[in-house]
């Protein structure tokens, strides 16, 4: 009878105890999923950051080919005028644009991707499709750094400014909508890339060979988004070209899309290579950089 007693005494016991061991696991979880979902936003961050710092000297001569639609040699002629001082002359804006938005874009993307899922009944296509979209929109607040950064790039600004902050300072007096010129070329590009390259992502590696080691899984992803970017990169380069114009401009009127393009149409005698001059620049600039940015991203996902 005492040992039936005791048993029941300790099974009572156990009861109480756990409820407690089941609400301290319910405390430490939320934190662990914080910690997890954080990662995104960080990972997109650094891998921003290498490549801006490793493709920088590339982007100024697109930029340049871009903006005057001069031939490649031409625009590295024109860097080499300008000398070595000004070789990084506009990185802070894009160090500080791309490290932000990139963190955005995968971080959102993930965030929205699960949020949506929870409280909308759609396809998972439409779902991932609709949280790019929200995430290169997001990206767009910080178009000023983009704007800021094309001012730099142009020779023709040297003599006005010659760094970032006096950059900004140069624009607030013609008002806050200054600082959003190209706006509307921004979002259409940020929201359509992201799609076709979170939706495209993964089916492109499926049809690369297996990576059985780290360094052939770091290798397929380098080449999975290095043909997304230049794939995309080719796509919306008219789209870049018209950005360009239209935020290489202080003050004046602010001219709609269609009306940019059909000035640089005519100046570059209505002929579809012209406008895509430093398209073939552009590609194997997009290609490294994706390929950079997805790699180190997938990478520091793995070991985070």
């Keep these: 009878r005492r040992q039936i007693l ?107 991707s699960c949020l949506l899922r929870k409280h909308i009944s759609i396809p998972d296509f439409a ?24 001012l730099l790039q142009d020779h023709k600004h040297h003599d006005k400014f010659t760094n970032t902050y006096q950059a900004f300072k140069a624009l607030k007096c013609h008002g806050i909508g200054e600082y959003y010129r190209g706006l509307i070329p921004v979002l259409f590009r940020n929201g359509f890339s992201n799609v076709l390259f979170f939706g495209l992502r993964g089916p492109i590696k499926e049809h690369l060979p297996t990576a059985t080691t780290y360094s052939a899984h770091l290798v397929n992803d380098f080449i999975c988004g290095g043909l997304l970017g230049a794939m995309l990169g080719i ?33 570059r005698d209505r002929k579809l290579t012209n406008l895509f001059r430093g398209a073939h620049l552009n590609y194997h600039r997009s290609l490294i950089s994706w390929g950079i940015i997805n790699a180190t991203y997938e990478f520091l996902l793995k070991i985070t």
């Design 6 to 112: 005791s048993h029941m005494m300790d099974s009572e016991a156990h009861k109480k105890r756990s409820p407690i061991i089941t609400s301290s696991k319910q405390d430490i979880s939320p934190h662990i999923t914080d910690v997890g979902e954080r990662k995104h936003y960080l990972c997109g961050c650094c891998a921003a950051f290498s490549n801006v710092a490793i493709t920088f000297p590339i982007q100024k001569v697109l930029f340049r080919q871009q903006l005057y639609g001069i031939k490649t040699r031409d625009a590295v002629l024109q860097l080499r005028r300008d000398g070595f001082r000004n070789l990084y002359r506009g990185i802070l804006p894009p160090l500080v644009q791309k490290t932000t938005t990139l963190a955005l874009m995968f971080g959102l993307y993930e965030d929205l």
């Design 235 to 267: 796509l919306f380069f008219p789209i870049n070209v018209v950005k360009t114009r239209m935020q290489s401009q202080i003050g004046g009127e602010f001219q709609s899309f269609p009306q940019v393009f059909k000035i640089i149409w005519l100046e």
């Design 127 to 150: 779902t991932r499709s609709m949280a790019a979209i929200l995430a290169g929109t997001t990206e767009a607040i910080f178009t000023p750094l983009e704007r800021v950064q094309t």
